[in-house]
C-alpha cells in the first residue's frame, strides 16, 4: 500500500555539544537568507566573521550543561513524539522527522519518502507561529529539494497553528500545575523574538505591522500572517484556557541577537519592570516552541533566574513545553489530519 507522506520539521541543534560542532550548525543556520535577511556579502562577514567566531565557544559550554545522555534535548522530545505520533497515525501514514539545520536532515528524509513512492507528502513544522525564519524556511527548503524531483507528489504546506485549542489545553495544563501548587505574582508568555524588520517585511500592505498603534495584539484577516499577531493569538487561547486575568499576564520577545530593534517587549525589560514593582515570583510559558531547548532549559530556566535575581527578585520558573506529552499527540494528529 502507497502510504501518505508526513514530515514534521523542527528547527535543528548541533550534533554534538563540542564547539565544531555547534560553530557547523550555527554557520548553517545563521548563513540562512531568511534568518540573517541581509544581503549575502553583508551576511557572510556578519555570520563568519563576527558571530559564529565570537559566539560558538560560549554557545557550545551552554549545549554542555543542557546536553542529555540521549543528546540535545530538542532532537531527544522530537524522536520521542515522532515514535508516538507514528503509532497513533497507524499503517496508513509514513511519518518522518527532519531539522531544518543540521540532523536528521530534511534532504535525507524527503529521500526516504521519494524512495517508498509515497502519495502525497504534508509538511508540519514544529512551531505555532508562521515566521519567515522559520516555518517560511522550512517550506523553501521542501519546495527547492521537490523541485529537483522527476515526479512532484501532491504537497500541503501547514503555515500555523497558533489557535489550536488542545494545543494550548496542554500549555495551560503545564502552568496550572505550578498556578495551582504555589503562589506567582505574575505570569509571562514570553516568545522567541524576531527582528522588527522582518516584522514589517512580512506584511504586504505596508500600512500595519509597526505602523498603527497596537498594531497585533488581535489576530484579524489583514495581520493572519504576522508573527506577532499569531503569538498574542497563542497568549489569548492559553490564558482564556488558565482563567488568567488581563493584569496577570505579560506577553513578551526573548532571545534577541545582535543590535538592532527586535520585537519588544523584550523579557528582559518586563523582568526589571515586574522587579521594579515588587513582584518576586515569576512563572514563564513559552509557547513559540514545542519543545524544551537551550532557549527555553537555559536561557529562560538559568539566565533570566539570574537576571530577574540581580534586580531583587526571587523565582523565574519555567513551564514545560509540550514535549512528548500524550495529548500533544492528540493535538498533532488533529492538525496532521484537519489543518
Ligand atoms: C520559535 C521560533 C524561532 C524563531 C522565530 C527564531 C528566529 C531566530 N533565531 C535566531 C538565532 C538563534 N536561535 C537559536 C536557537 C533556537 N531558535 C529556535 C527557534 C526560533 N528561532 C530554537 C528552537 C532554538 C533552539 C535550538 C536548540 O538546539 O536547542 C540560536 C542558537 C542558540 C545559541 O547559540 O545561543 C541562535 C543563534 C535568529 C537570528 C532569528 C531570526 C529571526
Ligand atoms: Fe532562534
Ligand atoms: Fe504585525
Not at 21 to 39: E, P, S
Not at 158 to 175: L, P, R, S, T
Not at 319 to 337: F, Y
Request: charged residues 25%; negative net charge.
Amino acid at each position: 500500500m502507497r502510504k501518505k507522506g508526513i514530515l514534521l520539521v523542527n528547527l535543528g541543534t548541533p550534533d554534538s555539544p563540542e564547539t565544531k560542532d555547534v560553530r557547523t550548525y550555527l554557520d548553517q543556520f545563521l548563513m540562512d537568507g531568511r534568518v540573517i535577511d541581509i544581503n549575502p556579502i553583508g551576511r557572510n562577514l556578519l555570520v563568519r566573521g563576527i558571530i559564529v567566531p565570537k559566539r560558538a565557544k560560549n554557545s557550545a559550554n551552554i549545549y554542555k550543561e543542557i546536553w542529555t545522555e540521549q543528546g540535545s534535548p530538542l532532537l531527544v522530545y522530537s524522536y520521542e513524539l515522532l515514535d508516538l505520533i507514528k503509532e497513533r497515525l497507524g499503517e496508513e501514514y509514513h511519518v518522518e522527522l527532519a531539522m531544518r539545520y543540521q540532523n536528521p536532515s530534511l534532504e535525507s528524509a524527503l529521500d526516504k519518502m521519494r524512495q517508498l513512492n509515497v502519495d502525497s507528502i504534508k509538511v508540519i513544522p514544529l512551531f505555532p507561529q508562521y515566521a519567515s525564519a522559520t516555518t517560511g524556511s522550512i517550506h523553501q527548503m521542501v519546495m527547492e529539494v521537490i523541485s529537483q524531483w522527476q515526479v512532484i507528489p501532491p504537497l500541503q504546506f501547514v503555515n500555523n497553528y497558533c489557535d489550536h485549542k488542545g494545543m494550548a489545553k496542554i500549555f495551560a495544563k503545564n502552568a496550572k500545575r505550578y498556578l495551582d501548587a504555589e503562589k506567582w505574582d505574575h505570569v509571562l508568555f514570553s516568545y522567541h523574538g524576531v527582528p522588527q524588520r522582518q516584522m514589517k517585511k512580512a506584511d504586504v500592505s505596508k500600512k500595519h505591522c509597526l505602523q498603527v498603534e497596537d498594531c497585533c495584539k488581535t489576530y484579524t484577516d489583514t495581520n493572519k500572517f504576522c508573527y506577532t499577531a499569531q503569538c498574542y493569538q497563542t497568549t489569548k487561547v492559553i490564558a482564556e484556557e488558565i482563567g488568567l486575568l488581563a493584569d496577570e499576564y505579560t506577553l513578551c520577545f526573548q532571545s534577541r541577537l545582535g543590535s538592532e530593534p527586535w520585537m519588544q517587549p523584550y523579557t528582559s525589560t518586563v523582568l526589571k519592570d515586574l522587579a521594579d514593582k515588587g513582584k518576586k515570583r515569576i512563572l514563564v510559558l513559552s509557547p513559540a516552541f514545542v519543545a524544551d531547548c537551550i532557549e527555553t532549559i537555559y536561557e529562560i530556566g538559568v539566565e533570566y533566574q539570574e537576571e530577574f535575581h540581580s534586580y531583587g527578585g526571587e523565582k523565574v520558573q519555567m513551564v514545560e513545553s509540550l514535549n512528548a506529552d500524550p495529548e500533544w499527540v492528540d493535538a498533532l494528529e488533529d492538525i496532521i489530519l484537519n489543518r
